[in-house]
């Protein structure tokens, strides 16, 4: 059985008539695993048993006509979100051995509405990454061309989606870290408002940028992932606590009348001409189908990856700090005492990326660095924040590319990290901003690799991302497109 | 005193609170438990885990802002401190760095030598307790982390005291206040109120400070005071010998009586502060302290000035009384039974205060509450029983817990009025003793309380005393 | 250069990380890399700009004081690397 193309509402739809079950829908996902994991790389942990035992409850609930939003949809989640008595690596050698004894509040919203967790994808340490290379389990190979990335962090995430492994997939997104993905493989990724979804359980790599998303096949899946893991939190602080529309409410509400800005800065030299020209593409397809495109300026975009660097490591220096080889995870010891201890677990339990990200965050708010970098950081974070803001006094979504170019290869640019860096460009700012973002298929190049329009809406705007989504992707055919993997 | 040097002390005290739950997760604080018996994914560090702030833990740090006299800051923030400790969790404190919660407070305190003094308190602060490291053998430390995220507040005064005593004083106001608030259990074997002493020396006259040594691991006011006055003699000595004070963390040393460098954590700390990204700003509106401030219980200062004032009672009762919580509300209980203050501190210090201290309760436990004691007083003052029998009767009501007047009936130990009766007694009594009524006629007067003590004895102590000496006196002089 | 090789060991101790001398020297360049291309942010004057270290301006998020139940003994222990006695054991802290 296929369902690769199938919405989780058409399945929804077959569950509930009995067309099909829960059982062989996650059958079937396990197998197609088995069959492409090889040469994908997108997961680090199944969880067949798990799985099954639960599409045999999802099957009960069905046939008693109950069951939530997800109830019987097999879903994987990135595995930087604990999971009770399932393996939580995060990527990381440091964490091999993990097993957390509580849920995520993210992965308990999903199952409550009846998602079925087969397994735990993919990802770059400790979502330090915009490759996937930097993974203690190994690098992912992107669907479409095995020898590129499929991008990163949440690379496993984008990559079991195109491949029709999982029918969806939950990733998290500091500076572009679902839809820098999203948009090499092929696929729909939403990064919401900051404070939108729980970030409890959520492993952090850096906790005022971090935010937990959806990644699936269509506009409509992803409303449907988002309205069942939204909502306010207590457990999660800086969760908001403002109400969750129905996302999947007037969808098809469309662009007339809308107007979309184009921020001139990310319309740059540097950027692919292919990409380019996709991304114009789509935003002919938006003229015509009635939104008023207009151009506005987000002065200090060339003052984000800069920002970002400084503020996402100074807090990642601090998160990181408990592993420390005390109360779990791997722990190194040659017998010199603590700080030998401490040194080795940690020195062996980190790959380079991460130990790069420690150093240069711990510099970062080292005394008397703090003003010079990280306070520094925080002030232009401010002015990109008001950039946002005030583009959105004008227009009501953005439109810009996701990424500069399509999927490089496999190891182009793991020695030049500031190169790395680089390519973030156009995913960063929205996470300093806070507020919320997609990346939406709208292309495939030459070689046959998909490129991805980034749409971004006003703080908790989600709504009005989707629906401009929805109408592009119903006026395209890029959702039927699939990678050529066998 | 040293004539050459002036001491310095700054006090850095770890109020640990009162709270059910800790301060960032719904673990109990209980003391004493199985170890990390009360832990979760948020006091154990674990990854992804968060934490949110207890409620209860501001209301109490803004009770102790107000009570020291400080300013209550209308936003204050969470910091993280970063470094390395195996009873730390995370690998950083939650505490407060800039913007604390309270600041710019006093407290004035009296010693007997230099009388009284403002010290001033520089910041209150809101922070997460470290677990305990048990020293298991010579080789590893086991980690207990139950403690770890209970609730503290750090209280940081200015470098204003000049002598151990001065430090003393200081401490136990501030000791008696967060008890008093019932923000803290006071308990210091526990380590509920932990103290740091900053101090350092100066030629007298010198401006600038010289340099501190920190002292820790002081859990009594007896070995703060000690380990001040060692700390002190070992720095002149250093200064006097040509040396020079390094600035260090040192450790009381309570067996030796001596304080002693901590090896091995010299390396310079760089806590690398920033703002708990986890953590929301803190907001505290005018109309949230003045609620707090209408909830705020007389404090001890104010008890020892009213209880001169309005029940005029010696400043010594005053202070006595004063100085506990539950004593004082004890005191104002039976006052709002029997509106004799003094008859009323006097059976408190004396009669329940001695038998509390002499059965090892505290007033709580007091079986004798205010209103039994207020009956006694009753008696004494209407005439049914003199104060001698008021002591039988007091010592009845502790051991069965019935009201005086059912001891007294039952006891038979109502006072003899009836004037005949009395008379009788005093004629037997003037018979049986002709020696001494004939010195007592012949001038010596003294003899009164002889004869009282007769009548007393001849009834048994039931006769009233004031009757007896009012017919002894008519009898004697006929 | 930004940053010298004693500043990176500096901060390797910080953060408890052990570098081996290559290791050393290649972080060097690469953090005086990162250094030299963040100096961009001088180029921005924020004298009177305030920091921002929330995505979203919120405060006051509290929880009341109440008993939530802990994990148990076996499930705070489960991934303990050493343990006895329920306790978690390390290296000899020296004090």
Redesign the interface.
């Known amino acids: 059985m296929s369902f690769s193309n199938i919405s989780i509402s058409q399945l929804r739809r077959q569950l509930l008539k009995g067309e099909i079950t829960a059982i062989a829908l996650t059958r079937s996902c396990l197998e197609r695993i088995k069959a492409t994991d090889a040469q994908l790389n997108a997961f680090i942990t199944l969880c067949e048993e798990q799985a099954m035992t639960a599409a045999a409850v999802a099957d009960q609930q069905l046939a008693n006509g109950q069951g939530g939003l997800l109830t019987g949809i097999p879903v994987a989640v990135k595995d930087i979100f604990n999971t009770r008595d399932v393996r939580t690596t995060c990527g990381s050698k440091i964490l091999a051995n993990y097993v957390s004894p509580y849920d995520a509040t993210a992965v308990t919203r999903l199952q409550d509405e009846g998602a079925i967790l087969v397994g735990k994808l993919n990802m770059d340490e400790f979502a330090m990454g915009s490759s996937n290379e930097n993974s203690a389990a190994g690098a992912v190979h992107n669907p479409w061309d095995l020898s590129r990335v499929p991008g990163g962090s949440s690379g496993g995430s984008a990559a079991a989606v195109a491949a029709g492994q999982v029918v969806a997939a939950l990733g998290t997104d500091t500076g572009g870290s679902i839809r820098q993905p999203a948009s090499h493989c092929g696929v729909v990724g939403l990064k919401p408002t900051y404070g939108r979804v729980s970030r409890y359980g959520v492993i952090a790599y850096a906790s005022s940028l971090d935010q937990v998303g959806p990644v699936t096949r269509s506009v409509e899946d992803c409303a449907l992932m988002l309205s069942a893991i939204a909502g306010y939190d207590p457990a999660d602080s800086t969760s908001v606590d403002c109400p969750v529309p129905d996302y999947m409410d007037n969808l098809n509400a469309g662009v007339g009348g809308k107007k979309i800005g184009l921020p001139k800065e990310y319309f740059v030299a540097g950027l692919d001409p292919e990409v380019k020209l996709a991304v114009e593409a789509t935003v002919e397809t938006y003229r015509r189908m009635g939104a008023e495109i207009v151009e506005v300026s987000l002065p200090h975009t060339d003052y984000a990856v800069a920002s970002y660097y400084l503020i996402a490591t100074a807090e990642a220096s601090s998160n990181l700090a408990r592993y420390d080889g005390v109360r779990f995870g791997v722990r190194e010891d040659d017998g010199s005492g603590l700080i030998g201890m401490y040194q080795q677990t940690r020195s062996k339990g980190f790959g380079d990326e991460v130990k790069r990200r420690i150093m240069l965050g711990t510099y970062a708010l080292s005394s008397g660095y703090y003003d010079a970098y990280y306070l520094k950081a925080q002030k232009v974070r401010t002015l990109i924040r008001q950039d946002f803001l005030n583009a959105f006094d004008r227009v009501d979504l953005l439109l810009t590319p996701v990424a500069p170019t399509p999927a490089f290869k496999i190891g182009a640019l793991m020695n030049d990290p500031l190169h790395m860096y680089l390519s973030d460009i156009f995913t960063i700012p929205v996470n300093l901003a806070g507020t919320c973002a997609m990346s939406l298929p709208c292309g495939l190049s030459r070689e046959g690799l998909p490129i991805g329009v980034q749409l971004i809406g006003r703080p908790f705007a989600e709504a009005d991302i989707l629906q401009a989504a929805y109408a592009y992707e119903q006026a395209s055919d890029w959702k039927e497109r699939t990678p050529p993997l066998r | 005193m040293n004539s050459r040097y002036e001491v310095v002390i700054g006090l850095e005290v770890h109020v640990q609170l009162t ?3 800790k301060i960032f ?4 604080t209980a003391f004493g438990q ?8 948020v006091c ?15 209301e109490y740090a803004i009770k102790a802002g107000l009570a020291t006299n400080s300013q209550i800051a209308p ?1 204050s ?1 969470f910091a ?1 401190k ?1 470094y ?3 009873d730390l ?4 404190q939650i505490s407060q760095f800039e913007l604390p919660i309270c600041e710019h407070g006093w407290l004035d305190i009296e010693t007997r030598d230099l009388g009284r003094k403002r010290v001033g308190i520089t910041r209150i602060h809101m922070e997460e307790d470290a677990g305990k ?13 139950n403690r770890a995220c209970t609730p503290l507040l750090e209280v940081v005064s200015e470098p204003d005291m000049r002598s151990a005593d001065e430090a003393i004083a200081y401490l136990k106001q501030l000791h008696q206040i967060v008890v008093y608030l019932g923000v803290c259990d006071g308990n210091m074997e526990e380590g509920s109120f932990r103290c740091d002493a900053n101090v350092s020396i100066r030629p007298w006259g010198q401006e600038t400070l010289g340099t501190r040594a920190e002292l820790k691991n002081l859990n009594s006011f007896r070995f703060i005071k000690q380990a001040i006055e060692y700390e002190v003699e070992r720095q002149i000595d250093v200064i006097e010998d040509g040396g020079e004070v390094v600035q260090e963390t040192r ?1 009381y040393d309570a067996d030796n009586g001596i304080t002693r460098s ?4 010299e ?1 310079a700390h ?1 806590y ?4 708990d ?7 505290v509106s005018d109309t949230w302290i003045d609620e707090v401030r209408s909830r705020l219980p007389e404090l001890p200062a104010a008890k020892l000035q009213r209880y001169q004032e309005e029940f005029g009672l010696p400043e010594y009762d005053a202070g006595v009384l004063s100085a506990d919580r539950a004593v004082a509300e004890y005191f104002e209980a039976v006052v709002s039974l029997f509106e004799q203050p003094k008859t009323c501190s006097n059976w408190v210090m004396g009669e329940i205060l001695g038998a509390l201290k002499e059965k090892n309760l505290t007033i709580d436990q007091c079986p004798v509450t205010p209103e039994l004691l207020a009956g006694i007083l009753k008696r004494i003052d209407d005439n049914t029983i003199s104060g001698k029998i008021a002591k039988t009767v007091f010592e009845e009501i502790w051991i069965t817990g019935k009201n005086a007047d059912q001891i007294i009936d039952e006891k038979g130990l109502k006072q003899v009025t009836d004037s005949g009766a009395i008379e009788s007694i005093v004629a037997d009594v003037i018979a049986a003793n002709p020696d001494q009524v004939a010195e007592y006629r012949g001038g010596k007067e003294k003899l009164m309380g002889f004869f009282v003590g007769q009548v007393m004895q001849a009834s048994k102590g039931k006769a009233n005393p004031g009757m007896a000496n009012q017919l002894l006196k008519k009898k004697l002089s006929e | 250069m930004k940053i010298s090789q004693e500043d990176v060991a500096h901060v390797a101790r910080l953060a408890r990380l052990s570098l081996e001398a290559q290791e050393l020297e290649t972080l060097t360049s690469q953090i005086d890399a990162i250094l030299g291309y963040v100096d961009k942010l001088n180029e921005l004057d924020t004298e009177h700009v305030e920091p921002m270290a929330h995505a979203v301006p919120m405060s006051n998020a509290f929880r009341d004081d109440e008993l939530n139940p802990s994990l148990g003994l076996d499930r705070a222990m489960q991934n303990a690397p050493l343990s006895g006695d329920g306790c978690f054991m390390v290296p000899k802290v020296i004090e």
Request: hydrophobic share 30%; proline share 12%.
């Open positions: 709270t059910r739950s997760c719904g673990c109990s199985l170890p990390n018996s009360q832990t979760c994914p154990l560090g674990l990854p992804g885990a968060l934490p949110v702030l207890n409620r209860q833990v501001v936003r923030i993280r970063n390395f400790y195996p969790p995370k690998g950083y490291l048990l020293h298991n053998d010579s080789y590893s430390s086991a980690v207990d982390l450790l901590m090896r091995g954590k390396e760089d690398r502060y920033f703002p990204p986890d953590l929301l700003p803190l907001q």
